[in-house]
């Protein structure tokens, strides 16, 4: 016997083996589920915060992926301004030339007055064929101005065809740094978006994605199917990250321009089809949208775990998908191992549950046959007690039967009886006389 102390009264009681047990296994019943559900509360904490520091790394690493990219863009402008300054300067070097030519011009035409004054004064002292002379060499003089003056716009003309050109050329480059900007760099010279995407997975294929799988998707069973599937898993084999990506490629020329938005339905369904967590829209689509042109787009708010980048952005949305799965993974895995746990206590439950469920069954049963054997043993008993009550009653009837044979008496039997105590009578006075 256990000896148990009441908290609330000090009363002490004494309980068998089995009520200690069954009070035992109550409270660590309740420790144990105490203690799982600090376990899950801490869990839920710890899940809470290593999700909020992933998405500030990854939202730190997509900063940094801006900024870089921003000076890159600022570095273009600078140099553009840099062209459109040193294309100012040069126009305003040619215009000050071609001010000095035309201040040289007039000198000369100045001075060919002055030549003209002193020949005029010189011919007024000469002779009329000086004076002839005189008059031929202004007309020859008055020729060369002219010539000068013809050259000098033939030249100024030459010059702003030249500076035309080179401001065509200026535009021409400005207009192809608009398109670099759309494009960020993006070289697709003699290949088309998706073999441009793969050769650059291919890059780091062996060193960076060892364990990855990269390839096309040729199941078109449910009448449609993405570009490529990434999919990768860890050491044992457990797949952690799966992208089903898309890439959409447009000509200037086409007639008719397709938007990013038309394709985000479609590529939801084949990536819940083909049990992807994450799709991805490789696009070089709607170039001078500012909004895809920033960087990586968010449209989960459509459709869930969707993003639209440009084709810079295709190893580093890989790369910030998998390191945000491989925080994520060691999370999984302690998941993983309490739900085992669970499982393991869900299997002990039922085995507990299934236990009593046939030990409540036996003991129904033996229950059963144990009622029955009292309720024979009870009628047992009043059986016995009607036998014994016929015994009593015929023991009191013997004992009054004997009484009465006791009282039994000469006296009883010749009362009321004159033969009877006539033959006793003369029986006794025989036996008197003898």
């Known amino acids: 016997m256990q000896e148990i102390k009441c908290p609330k009264c000090g009363e002490i009681f004494q309980v068998d083996e089995s009520g200690y047990a069954a009070i035992l296994k109550q409270v660590r019943d309740k420790e144990f589920e105490k203690e799982i559900t600090v376990r899950e509360n801490q869990f839920e904490s710890e899940k809470d915060t290593a999700i909020k520091l992933a ?21 273009l402008l600078s140099k553009i301004d ?19 030519e035309i201040e040289q011009l007039k000198a000369k035409i100045e001075s060919c007055e002055k030549d003209k004054e002193l020949a005029v004064n010189k011919v007024l002292s000469q002779k009329d064929k000086e004076i002839a002379e005189k008059e031929n060499q202004i007309v020859k003089l008055t020729g060369q101005i002219e010539t000068g003056e013809k050259e000098s716009q033939l030249k100024e003309q030459s010059l702003k065809e030249q500076y035309e050109e080179k401001l065509k050329f200026k535009d021409e480059e400005i207009a192809h740094y608009k398109e670099f900007k759309a494009r960020l760099s993006t070289k697709m010279v003699g290949e088309s978006l998706e073999q441009h995407c793969e050769i650059e997975f291919n890059r780091l294929r062996a060193t960076g994605f060892q364990r990855a799988y990269f390839e096309k998707d040729n199941d078109a069973k449910s009448g449609s199917k993405g570009d490529y599937i990434f999919r990768e898993s860890d050491e044992s084999g457990v797949e952690f990250i799966s992208i089903m990506f898309e890439m959409k490629n447009e000509m200037d020329e086409t007639a008719t321009k397709k938007k990013n938005e038309d394709f985000l339905k479609e590529l939801d369904k084949d990536r819940r089809e083909k049990n992807c967590e994450y799709a991805v829209l490789v696009s070089l689509l709607e170039p001078e949208n500012e909004l895809y042109n920033s960087g990586i787009v968010d449209v989960s708010h459509k459709y869930p775990k969707m993003y639209v980048i440009r084709p810079q952005f295709f190893i580093p949305m890989i790369t910030l998908l998998r390191n945000a799965a491989l925080h994520s993974l060691e999370y999984k895995q302690e998941l993983a191992v309490i739900r ?95």
């Open 55 to 75: 998405k500030a790394e990854t939202e730190g690493q997509f900063n940094d992926i801006l900024n870089k990219k921003d000076l890159q863009i600022a570095e």
């Open 82 to 100: 840099a062209e459109n300054s040193a294309k100012q300067l040069a126009i305003n070097e040619v215009a000050s030339q071609k001010d000095k």
């Open 340 to 434: 085992n746990q669970n499982i393991d206590i869900s299997n002990f439950e039922a085995e507990m549950n299934e236990f009593k469920e046939k030990f409540s069954r036996n003991y129904e049963l033996a229950s059963r046959k144990f009622k029955t054997a009292i309720e024979e043993i009870d009628k047992t008993i009043d059986h016995l007690q009607k036998t014994k009550d016929a015994l009593l009653s015929s023991e009191n009837n013997l004992r009054l039967a004997n009484n009465k044979a006791e009282d039994l008496s000469i006296k009883r039997l010749t009362r009321n009886n004159p033969t009877m105590a006539a033959k006793f009578a003369e029986l006794n006075s025989n036996k008197i006389s003898d």
